[in-house]
C-alpha cells in the first residue's frame, strides 16, 4: 500500500494498515457482504474532498466553495439514476441503515405499522429488528422464509392484510432466492401500504442485469455501495420524482449534517464502473461462482439452506452436523477462509452461536477466481468441517488456500511495507 505519510507520521497505524492489506491478499473472503473496490474508488476517498464541509444539496448549499463538490455529488446522482432506472437519487446517506432510517422518517411517524422480513429468516436490523430503531419506534410485524428457504408471498400478503402496514420492506441480508419486486409492488398496493426495496446485497447484480430490477415497483430503493457493487463504504437512496424533496429532507437536515464528499466521490467512480460493460461480465461470474460454490458443497455432503442459489450468496446449515456456526467460522478462519456465522431459519441455537455460516462469492470473484477454484473452496469448506479436530489435515488446507490467494492475486500493484 502507498502509505508513505502515514507511515512518516504515525507507524503504528501504517503497520496496521500493511498487515490488513497482508490478510486481504493471503485469505479468501467469503462474507456475503464484503468486496475488493479499486484502486480508483480508494484514490477519490483518500482524497481532498474530504475536507470540504457541503451540507445542502449540490447548488443549493450553506458553505461556500462547493463548486467541485457539487458536481461531483452531482455526477454520482446522475449515474446512480441512470444505472438503476430511477428517478431521483440521494447520494448522501452514510450507510445502508441510516438510508433505511431516512425513508422511515421520510413516509412514517413512530408507531406506524411496518411489516419487513424477520433478521433471523434473511432480513436486516434496520427491517424492524426489536433492538433497531426501527424496531423500537415503530410497530412492526415481520415474515420470513418457508422449510424451502424460499418468500412465500401469500403469506407476506396475508401477514400484510392482517397488520395493515403503511410500508413494506423487501430485500435481505442473507437471502439466496431471486426477489420478484412485482409481487411485493401488488401487496403493497392490496393493503395502500409502500414499498422499499433495500437492495444493499444484490446491487451489483441488478446493475449487471442478473437480477431483476425494483425500478417500477418499488417507491424508494436503497442500497448501499460497498457489497456486489464494489463501490466505497456507504448507502444511497433511490425514489420516485414525487419523493424527492421529502426524502432529501430526511437525509439532511433531518438525520446527518455534512455529507462526506469524498465517499461520494467514491461512489461517482463505483457507478461509472459498475456501468461498463465489464461489470456486467462481472456480474454473471458472481452468480457462476456462487453456484460452482454451492454444488461443490453439495458434492462434498453438506447441506445448504433452500439449497442451488440463485444470487451470490447461500448459507451452509450444520445442524446435522452437529456443529455450531460460531465454531465452524473460526475454523475456517484457520484454514485461510473468511465467512460469518448466521442462523439459519428457525435456528435452534441463538444468534452468537448459530447453526450456519454465509457465504458469498463477489469479493473472490473480483479477484479472479473462476468456477474451478470456486469448487476448491467448497472442499476446503467440507474438509475443515468434517476435520475441524485435526490439526494436520487443517494445516494441509490452510496450504491450499493460500496457493490459490497466490494464483488469483489481489491488490498486486499496491507497493507494501
Ligand atoms: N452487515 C451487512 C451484512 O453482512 O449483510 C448488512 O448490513
Known amino acids: 500500500m502507498v502509505l508513505d505519510y502515514i507511515k512518516r507520521v504515525d507507524p503504528e497505524v501504517a503497520g496496521l494498515i500493511d498487515a490488513e492489506l497482508k490478510r486481504q491478499q493471503t485469505t479468501i473472503e467469503l ?8 484502486r480508483a474508488v480508494m484514490d477519490a476517498c483518500g482524497s481532498v474532498l474530504t475536507n470540504k464541509y457541503a451540507e445542502g444539496k449540490p447548488y443549493k448549499r450553506f458553505y461556500n466553495g462547493c463548486d467541485n463538490i457539487d458536481k461531483t455529488e452531482e455526477l454520482a446522482q446522475k449515474r446512480a439514476k441512470k444505472l438503476f432506472n ?19 422518517m421520510a413516509v412514517l411517524k413512530p408507531g406506524d405499522n411496518v411489516l419487513g422480513m424477520d433478521l433471523s429468516n434473511g432480513g436486516h436490523l ?13 410497530n412492526v410485524k415481520s415474515y420470513g422464509v418457508d422449510e424451502n428457504g424460499s418468500l412465500d408471498y401469500d403469506d407476506v400478503l396475508k401477514k400484510a392484510k392482517e397488520h395493515k402496514p ?15 419486486f412485482k409481487r411485493f409492488r401488488q401487496i403493497a398496493d392490496e393493503v395502500g401500504a409502500y414499498l422499499l426495496a433495500d437492495i444493499a446485497h444484490i446491487a451489483g447484480l441488478i446493475a449487471g442485469g442478473v437480477h431483476p430490477s425494483p425500478a417500477g415497483f418499488a417507491h424508494f430503493v436503497t442500497t448501499t455501495t460497498h457489497k456486489t457493487l464494489r463501490g466505497p463504504r456507504g448507502g444511497i437512496i433511490m425514489c420516485d420524482e414525487e419523493f424527492a424533496q421529502t426524502i432529501d429532507k430526511a437525509v439532511f437536515p433531518g438525520m446527518q449534517g455534512g455529507p462526506l464528499e469524498h465517499i461520494i466521490a ?21 452468480v457462476k461462482n456462487a453456484k460452482a460454490l454451492a454444488q461443490g458443497l453439495l458434492d462434498n ?6 439449497g442451488m442459489t440463485e444470487n451470490h450468496l447461500m448459507t451452509l446449515d450444520l445442524r446435522n452436523t452437529g456443529k455450531t456456526g460460531k465454531d465452524m467460522a473460526n475454523v475456517l478462519e484457520c484454514v485461510g477462509i473468511t465467512a460469518n456465522k ?51 489435515v ?6 491450499k488456500s493460500l496457493a490459490l490467494c497466490k494464483k488469483f492475486p489481489l491488490y498486486e500493484t499496491m507497493k507494501e511495507g
Open 126 to 138: 434496520s427491517h424492524g429488528s426489536p433492538v433497531n430503531f426501527s424496531g423500537l419506534y415503530f
Open 266 to 286: 467514491g461512489k461517482a467512480v463505483a457507478l461509472l464502473e459498475a456501468s461498463q460493460p465489464e461489470f456486467k461480465v462481472y456480474a454473471q461470474n458472481i
Open 86 to 104: 430511477m428517478a431521483h437519487a440521494n447520494v448522501q446517506p452514510h450507510s445502508g441503515a441510516q438510508a433505511n432510517m431516512a425513508v422511515f
Open 301 to 306: 455432503g453438506m447441506e445448504i439452506v433452500g
Open 342 to 392: 448466521n442462523t439459519v431459519p428457525n435456528d435452534p441455537r441463538s444468534p452468537f452461536v448459530t447453526s450456519g455460516i454465509r457465504l458469498g462469492a463477489a469479493a473472490a470473484t473480483t479477484r479472479g477466481f473462476d468456477e474451478f477454484a470456486m469448487r476448491e473452496v467448497a472442499f476446503i469448506i467440507s474438509e475443515a468441517i468434517k476435520n475441524s479436530e485435526n490439526k494436520e
Open 31 to 38: 462474507i456475503a457482504s464484503e468486496n475488493f473496490t479499486s
Open 394 to 399: 487443517l494445516e494441509k488446507l490452510r496450504e
Open 166 to 180: 403503511k410500508l413494506i420492506i423487501c430485500g435481505a441480508s442473507n437471502y439466496s432466492k431471486i426477489i420478484d
